[in-house]
Structures are given as structure tokens and as C-alpha cells.
């Protein structure tokens, strides 16, 4: 059963910058499409952020040009780095198979208000 554990939430201000870590264990990792995942309040659970196994990306246009998603397959970990974070950037965030195939972590939490 691999789990997931996603970091490095919190609360920034608007126009701030975040860096969420996602470490996985399991062997299946470096193979897996992975992907970063948000929900906010009363939304459903979208995928915001995709890379392959080979390093391909794929953005959702609401992040693109903001958001770059970026792994370390030795570490079996994915990052998500968020530059000029918005208000409705506010969401709790999950890393994930694309599509999602393992159990969700308990996500980590990002709040962009001034």
C-alpha cells in the first residue's frame, strides 16, 4: 500500500510563494504519472498540476505560467512550486497518480489571504 504525504502549506499573502513536497513510499513511484490535486470548500477535488515519469508537464490554464510541478524520482518525491499565489489559490492540496489510483494523503493546506 504506498502512502502519501504532502508539506509545506501554510498561509501567504497575495502575490507570495509556496513550495508543497509530496514523498511516496512504494517502488512504483519513479514509473507513475504523478500529479498535484486541489479541493477547495464546497468544490470538487481537481488536478491542477501532471508530470510523467520522463518529466513531461501539464497545467491547468487557472495555474499555468504560475505553478511548476517537478519530481526527484531517487527520492520518491514530486514538488509543487506556486509563485504569485490568488485568493481562490485557496485550497487544501493532494498528490496523486494521474488518474488517482492510490489512497489520498491527508493533503496540506493553503490559504492565500492578506
Known amino acids: 500500500q504506498v502512502q502519501l504525504v504532502e508539506s509545506g502549506g501554510g498561509l501567504v499573502q497575495p502575490g507570495g510563494s509556496l513550495r508543497l513536497s509530496c514523498a511516496a513510499s512504494?517502488?512504483?513511484?519513479?514509473?507513475?504519472?504523478m500529479g498535484w490535486y486541489r479541493q477547495a470548500p464546497g468544490k470538487q477535488r481537481d488536478v491542477v498540476a501532471r508530470?510523467?515519469?520522463?518529466?513531461?508537464?501539464n497545467y491547468a490554464d487557472s495555474v499555468k505560467g504560475r505553478f511548476t510541478i517537478s519530481r526527484d524520482n531517487a527520492k520518491n518525491t514530486v514538488y509543487l512550486k506556486m509563485n504569485s499565489l490568488k485568493p481562490e489559490d485557496t485550497a487544501v492540496y493532494y498528490c496523486?497518480?494521474?488518474?488517482?489510483?492510490w489512497g489520498w494523503g491527508q493533503g496540506t493546506q493553503v490559504t492565500v489571504s492578506s
Open positions: 512504494g517502488s512504483s513511484f519513479s514509473i507513475s504519472r
Open positions: 508530470i510523467t515519469s520522463g518529466g513531461t508537464t
Open positions: 496523486n497518480t494521474v488518474p488517482s489510483g
